[in-house]
T-cell receptor
Framework: AQKITQTQPGMFVQEKEAVTLDCTYDTSDPSYGLFWYKQPSSGEMIFLIYQGSYDQQNATEGRYSLNFQKARKSANLVISASQLGDSAMYFCAMRGSTLGRLYFGRGTQLTVWP | GAVVSQHPSWVICKSGTSVKIECRSLDFQATTMFWYRQFPKQSLMLMATSNEGSKATYEQGVEKDKFLINHASLTLSTLTVTSAHPEDSSFYIC????????????FGPGTRLTVT
């Protein structure tokens, strides 16, 4: 069975500071993918970053980086230089080998304050 | 980039009526589309997976006869909520997986359904 755990229901960070959103996962699939999505209040799901289970290096996309620790089964999202527009719900997700479906965590509500 | 649209973006209907939600991939062919449901402040819950030209695969606990899914072409999947009730009020989101080996799913903007 696949499971994604996000233990932080809410996080607060001051503008221009960095913040780490935690995500741990559990899977028996030898090959899997890890995703982070941002969902603002409008509801759209915005893809942020992807990490494959066999990727040797941590993924980075602009201000987003994924701290992938395979042995610990963690895939934390690091947002550097937070902006007010980063305030949103953030979901960690995992894609297993079955049909490409995604398993989502419960999400973390990030609030960036001035 | 790949774009997925949903129509309508919001809908209000009376209890007992049926509502159809469309999900379209605008600039790519989607062999697989996924339908999710999201309650306020909660995560996305996968309802079903649809593959073009075949029957949808429903998740456990999702009523097949209530949530009818049709994936008639490589660019269109529809979700019909039949005999809607107030408890069906929710945010429905579709995603589409591009034909081929790409890992990414592209999400639609969602449809907010309110049943009165």
């Amino acid at each position: 069975a696949q499971k994604i755990t996000q233990t932080q229901p809410g996080m607060f960070v001051q503008e221009k500071e960095a913040v780490t959103l935690d995500c741990t996962y559990d899977t028996s699939d030898p090959s899997y993918g890890l995703f982070w999505y941002k969902q603002p209040s409008s509801g759209e799901m915005i893809f942020l970053i992807y990490q494959g289970s066999y990727d040797q290096q941590n993924a980075t996309e602009g201000r987003y980086s994924l701290n992938f620790q395979k042995a610990r089964k963690s895939a934390n999202l690091v947002i550097s230089a937070s902006q007010l527009g980063d305030s949103a719900m953030y979901f960690c997700a995992m894609r297993g080998s079955t049909l490409g479906r995604l398993y989502f965590g419960r999400g973390t509500q990030l609030t960036v304050w001035p | 980039g790949a774009v997925v649209s949903q129509h309508p973006s919001w809908v209000i209907c009376k209890s007992g009526t049926s509502v159809k939600i469309e999900c379209r991939s605008l600039d790519f062919q989607a062999t697989t589309m996924f339908w999710y449901r999201q309650f306020p402040k909660q995560s996305l819950m996968l309802m079903a997976t649809s593959n073009e030209g075949s029957k949808a695969t429903y998740e456990q606990g999702v009523e097949k006869d209530k949530f009818l899914i049709n994936h008639a072409s490589l660019t269109l999947s529809t979700l019909t909520v039949t005999s809607a009730h107030p408890e069906d009020s929710s945010f429905y989101i579709c995603s589409a997986r591009e034909q081929g080996l790409t890992y990414e799913q592209y999400f639609g903007p969602g449809t907010r359904l309110t049943v009165t």
